[in-house]
T-cell receptor, first 116, second 114 residues
Framework: AQTVTQSQPEMSVQEAETVTLSCTYDTSESNYYLFWYKQPPSRQMILVIR??????QNATENRFSVNFQKAAKSFSLKISDSQLGDTAMYFC?????????????FGKGTLLTVNP | ETGVTQTPRHLVMGMTNKKSLKCEQH?????MYWYKQSAKKPLELMFV???????ENNSVPSRFSPECPNSSHLFLHLHTLQPEDSALYLC?????????????FGPGTRLLVL
C-alpha cells in the first residue's frame, strides 16, 4: 500500500519570502512518480511540479522547486518569492508502478496563506 | 474550451432525486477518472476508465453509476444519495493509464445532498 503524509495542515508566509511545504511518503515500489498539486479557492486542481523517482536531480519550475530525498522518502516543495496568488491548498501525491499504475495517492493537503 | 470541464459546478439534490454530473476533456486523452473530495480527507479515487473501459471501481456504492460513452466524455449518475455523499466531485484525465502520465483535473462539481 502507498501512503502520503503532509504533517503541516496550515502554513503562512509573507509576500516575497520563501516557504517550504513538507511531504513524506511510503511505497514498496522502486519506480514511482511524485507530484505537487495546487488547489486555489476556485477549486481547480493544478499541477505544480512532478518528479520521477529514478532521477536524482530535483525538479524545478520557475519559483517552485522540490527537495527529493529518496532514501528518506521525503519530497518537499519550496516556493520562492511567494506571491498572493500562491494562496491555496497544496497536495502531495504519489503514483506507483504496482497493480494499479494509474492510482494517485494524495496527502491531506497543506493550506498555504500568503500575506501582503 | 480547453482542458477539462465539468457541469454543473454546483448541485443541490434531495435524497430521492436522480441527477448526473458531466465531465468533458479537450486534451485528446484516453483515460478519465472520478474523484471524491470531502472536507478533512484526502482525495478518494472512485472510478477509472481507460479507452472507454472501466478499469477501476474503488468499492464505490451502487448509488453512484459511471458512464463513459467515448474517450472525451465521462458521466456520474447519482440516485438515492445520502447526506454523507455531499462533497466536491473532481474529474481528471490523462493521456493513458500509464505510470508516467500526469492527470489533469477539472474545476469540480460541489454537491450538496439534503
Amino acid at each position: 500500500a502507498q501512503t502520503v503524509t503532509q504533517s503541516q495542515p496550515e502554513m503562512s508566509v509573507q509576500e516575497a519570502e520563501t516557504v517550504t511545504l513538507s511531504c513524506t511518503y511510503d511505497t514498496s515500489e522502486s519506480n514511482y512518480y511524485l507530484f505537487w498539486y495546487k488547489q486555489p479557492p476556485s477549486r481547480q486542481m493544478i499541477l505544480v511540479i512532478r518528479q520521477e523517482a529514478y532521477k536524482q536531480q530535483n525538479a524545478t519550475e520557475n519559483r517552485f522547486s522540490v527537495n527529493f530525498q529518496k532514501a528518506a522518502k521525503s519530497f518537499s516543495l519550496k516556493i520562492s518569492d511567494s506571491q498572493l496568488g500562491d494562496t491555496a491548498m497544496y497536495f502531495c501525491a504519489l503514483k506507483g508502478s504496482g497493480g494499479s499504475n494509474y492510482k494517485l495517492t494524495f496527502g491531506k493537503g497543506t493550506l498555504l496563506t500568503v500575506n501582503p | 474550451e480547453t482542458g477539462v470541464t465539468q457541469t454543473p459546478r454546483h448541485l443541490v439534490m434531495g435524497m430521492t432525486n436522480k441527477k448526473s454530473l458531466k465531465c468533458e476533456q479537450h486534451l485528446g486523452h484516453n483515460a478519465m477518472y472520478w474523484y471524491k473530495q470531502s472536507a478533512k480527507k484526502p482525495l478518494e479515487l472512485m472510478f477509472v476508465y481507460n479507452f472507454k473501459e472501466q478499469t477501476e471501481n474503488n468499492s464505490v456504492p451502487s448509488r453512484f453509476s459511471p458512464e463513459c460513452p467515448n474517450s472525451s466524455h465521462l458521466f456520474l449518475h447519482l440516485h438515492t444519495l445520502q447526506p454523507e455523499d455531499s462533497a466536491l466531485y473532481l474529474c481528471a484525465s490523462s493521456q493513458s493509464g500509464g505510470i508516467q502520465e500526469t492527470q489533469y483535473f477539472g474545476p469540480g462539481t460541489r454537491l450538496l445532498v439534503l
